[in-house]
């Protein structure tokens, strides 16, 4: 925690500001450590206060603690508080991407006089790159939903819903002490795993089907994302495992491009290139992964258009599909932390042929 608001100053000169308000909740844990849902955190040039209300009187200034920052509980001076807290700053930031229109026309209200000068992704930016603590924090969640896959396995046969499945991946994922589930659990047989964002359902699993889990972990905030993808009755030909075997092959050339300095969009195309190779580029319906952390999709994104690199410390999913309508889908999904030669693999459950 500590030197996360150094490293978030020195980028003040570049965004063209002196002071910044911290509106997005997910950024104001990165930067302090707290967990409230409701808040602002300004950050000066030396100083750092969180306004919050009196729901988080106890629990901020603990939270906070470590990082630095100064806690004002607002009652009906948060108008005061936030000027004071701002004072003397000339070109204050907002987050363009989380700030509401009516809190941006109020702080430009309140703050008569100064700049509000609108930023992209400067929090963002730092939590790309993981330090050791979060690493950890992810692994352990990667670890639970490894284990909470285990169990759920042993459920898949042939009548049982997408919906039970779903809730036993759940339930080992509560009863092994993960915070919460890293997002709504997708367990999709059939047809719906043709949908990548399927959500469980009453139908019950089929000879043959394809089946598709994507779920992960919350261990102190930090998340885990894993998908793997089954047939009912193992292999038995056909379109279907032609489509496993692609996909397989496909996430395992994007894993093998997955080092520092590798572009972004070498590793989706190098997904992409063993789909085409199969006649299923078409078939791959969204990006080839995401970074994870303390939320579950940020930067950086894997994906045609991106422009950056991947950076030793960058924690990115490399999950390649592909989806027929009325046939089924496939997709492999696996959390990896970025490494100066490679990758290591967080989520690390064994595969089904
Ligand atoms: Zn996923
Ligand atoms: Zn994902």
């Not at 396995?153 to 759940?170: F, K, N, Q």
């Amino acid at each position: 925690m500590a030197g996360r608001l150094d490293r978030l100053r020195a980028g003040f000169d570049v965004a063209g500001v002196d002071a910044l308000v911290v509106t997005n909740p997910t950024n104001i844990r990165y930067l302090t450590g707290f967990t409230g849902s409701a808040g602002e955190l300004l950050v000066g040039a030396d100083a750092a206060l969180l306004v919050t209300d009196g729901r988080y009187a106890e629990q901020a200034p603990t939270q906070v603690a470590e990082s630095g920052t100064e806690v004002a509980i607002a009652g009906t001076d948060r108008r005061s508080l936030v000027v004071d807290g701002l004072r003397g700053s000339d070109r204050v930031g907002l987050e363009a991407g989380s700030v509401t229109w009516s809190e941006q026309r109020r702080l430009a209200d309140w703050l008569d006089g100064s700049g509000l000068v609108a930023t992209e992704g400067l929090v963002e930016e730092l939590r790309q790159v993981k330090d050791e603590g979060e690493v950890a924090r992810i692994e352990a969640a990667a670890a639970i939903a490894d284990a909470a896959l285990a169990d759920a396995v042993e459920l898949l046969a042939v009548g049982v819903s997408e919906r039970d499945v779903a809730a036993a991946i759940d339930h080992g994922i509560r009863t092994r002490g993960a915070d919460d589930r890293a997002f709504v659990t997708i367990v999709a047989a059939g047809p719906n795993s043709a949908l990548p964002h399927a959500r469980p359902t009453d139908r019950t699993l089929r000879e043959g089907d394809l089946v598709v889990c994507d779920f992960g972990s919350v261990v102190d905030g930090y998340r885990s994302d894993m998908t793997r993808s089954f047939r009912m009755g193992g292999r038995a030909g056909g379109q279907e495992d032609e489509m496993r075997d692609a996909v397989r092959a496909a996430q395992a050339a994007g894993l093998a491009r997955v080092a520092d300095g590798v572009p972004l969009a070498e590793v989706d195309a190098a997904c992409r290139g063993v789909l085409a190779d199969a006649d299923l580029a078409d078939a791959f319906l969204h990006g080839t992964g995401h970074g994870v952390g303390l939320d579950i999709h940020e930067a950086p994104t894997l994906s045609g258009s991106a422009t950056g690199t991947l950076r030793t410390g960058h924690v990115v999913t490399v999950e390649p599909g592909a989806y027929l309508a009325g046939l089924g889908g496939v997709r492999w999904e696996d959390t990896v932390l970025v490494t100066d030669d490679g990758h290591r693999a967080l989520t690390r459950a064994p595969r089904a042929d």
